[in-house]
C-alpha cells in the first residue's frame, strides 16, 4: 500500500493541531501569537518549511506502513 500526501492534506492536519494548541494547551498571549506568526509567515504553501514538512510526514507514513505489512506477513496463524 502506498499512501502520499499533498501539501494541503498536510496544510490541514496542521491546522487542527495548531487550533488545538491555541485553544485548548494553556499557552501565555505572546506564545499564541508567536505560533500564529509562525503558522502564516514559514507555513504558507509552497514554502520550504511546509515541503520540509511535507516531505517529512510522507516518509514516516511509508515506514509505519511498511513496518505494519512486515508484521502481519511475520504473524503466525496459529497465534
Same mark, same amino acid.
Given at each position: 500500500?502506498?499512501?502520499?500526501?499533498?501539501?494541503?492534506?498536510?496544510?490541514?492536519? +496542521?491546522?487542527?493541531?495548531?487550533?488545538?494548541? #491555541?485553544? =485548548?494547551?494553556?499557552?501565555? @498571549?505572546?506564545? %499564541?501569537?508567536?505560533?500564529?506568526?509562525?503558522?502564516?509567515?514559514?507555513?504558507? +504553501?509552497?514554502?520550504?518549511?511546509?515541503?520540509? #514538512?511535507? =516531505?517529512?510526514?510522507?516518509? @514516516?507514513?511509508? %515506514?509505519?506502513?511498511?513496518?505494519?505489512?512486515?508484521?502481519?506477513?511475520?504473524?503466525?496463524?496459529?497465534?
Amino acid at each position: 500500500m502506498r499512501v502520499q500526501l499533498d501539501e494541503d492534506e498536510v496544510r490541514a492536519m +496542521l491546522s487542527t493541531v495548531m487550533r488545538h494548541m #491555541l485553544e =485548548d494547551v494553556g499557552l501565555s @498571549d505572546d506564545d %499564541r501569537a508567536a505560533l500564529k506568526r509562525w503558522r502564516s509567515d514559514e507555513m504558507r +504553501l509552497g514554502r520550504e518549511p511546509m515541503r520540509a #514538512l511535507l =516531505d517529512k510526514l510522507n516518509v @514516516d507514513v511509508a %515506514r509505519v506502513i511498511k513496518a505494519k505489512e512486515r508484521g502481519a506477513i511475520q504473524k503466525h496463524d496459529w497465534v
